[in-house]
């Protein structure tokens, strides 16, 4: 931690117009270089919207960035789909490529 320089507690009266005395001991615990903060204000108050009037009357949230979600989930689902079916074609069409070259081979010779 550093130490204080002897003349901040007059250099901080000076600056923020108090006498040099009351600088030394100031009510937030510091040296005087740091003015005391007042209060936070209080929060405000809240008033809930009757219930028939609530967002989650229904039981659900309604907001308009949900129907994003409808959007999001169709494409994963086709996302799925193609990564679920695509390679089991695939193995499929080298399956039937195969059995036939063997036919094929096996009938010729």
Known sequence: MRAAHPAAPAAAAAATGASAAAAATV?????????A????????SLELPPAERSALHFG????????????????????????TFT???????????????????LTLT
């Not at 129907?67 to 999001?72: D, I, P, Q, R, Y």
């Not at 399956?95 to 036919?103: I, Q």
């Open 27 to 35: 009510g937030n615990g510091t040296d005087g270089s740091t003015p």
């Open 60 to 83: 659900a949230h309604v907001c308009s960035k949900w129907s994003v979600l409808a959007v999001e989930k169709a494409f994963f689902a086709s996302v799925q789909r193609a990564l």
């Open 37 to 44: 903060s007042p209060p936070p204000p209080p929060p405000p």
């Open 87 to 105: 390679p089991l074609f695939s193995m499929g069409a080298i399956a039937l490529g195969l059995t036939l070259t063997l036919t094929l081979t």
